[in-house]
C-alpha cells in the first residue's frame, strides 16, 4: 500500500505516538495509522488481511482505547483502491464500519485511489 509511515500528528505528544503504533500493531503488525484530524484517527488496512488473523478482542479493544484514552469519535479503515478486494472490508461491516461515499471521504485519501469505511464510537 502507498501510505506506509505514520504521520506525527501534532496533536498528540510522542509518546502517545507510541502507544498508538503500540497497540495497532499489537492487532497485526502490518497496519499503520495517521490522525486524520483531532478526532478522526485512520488505519491503513493492507487489503491482502486475512481475516482470521485478527483477533477479535485485540481488535475491539483498539477501537475501545482510541474512544476511551484518544477522544477519537470516528475511526476509518483505509484500503488501496486499484487492489480492493470483498474479505476483510466484509469482515468490518459485521462490527460497525460503514462504506463511506466517495465525496466523504477527507484528506489525505483520494477516493480515487482509497476505499474508505468509518467506524463512529
Not at 493492507?46 to 481488535?59: G, H, Y
Request: include cysteine.
Amino acid at each position: 500500500y502507498s501510505i506506509v509511515c505514520v504521520i506525527f500528528s501534532s496533536e498528540l505528544s510522542s509518546v502517545l505516538n507510541f502507544k498508538v503504533t503500540h497497540r495497532v500493531g499489537v492487532v497485526a503488525k502490518e497496519w499503520r495509522w495517521v490522525m486524520v484530524d483531532p478526532k478522526t484517527l485512520a488505519l491503513i488496512i493492507p487489503i491482502d488481511q486475512n481475516p482470521k488473523s485478527i483477533s477479535r478482542e485485540r481488535f475491539v479493544s483498539l477501537l475501545e482505547y482510541c474512544e476511551e484514552e484518544l477522544g477519537v469519535e470516528r475511526i476509518l479503515a483505509v484500503f488501496n483502491r486499484p487492489e480492493m478486494s470483498e474479505g476483510f472490508p466484509r469482515t468490518l461491516r459485521y462490527v460497525g464500519f460503514r462504506v463511506l461515499p466517495p465525496d466523504a471521504v477527507p484528506t489525505p485519501f483520494s477516493s480515487d485511489n482509497f476505499f474508505v469505511m468509518s467506524y463512529h464510537v
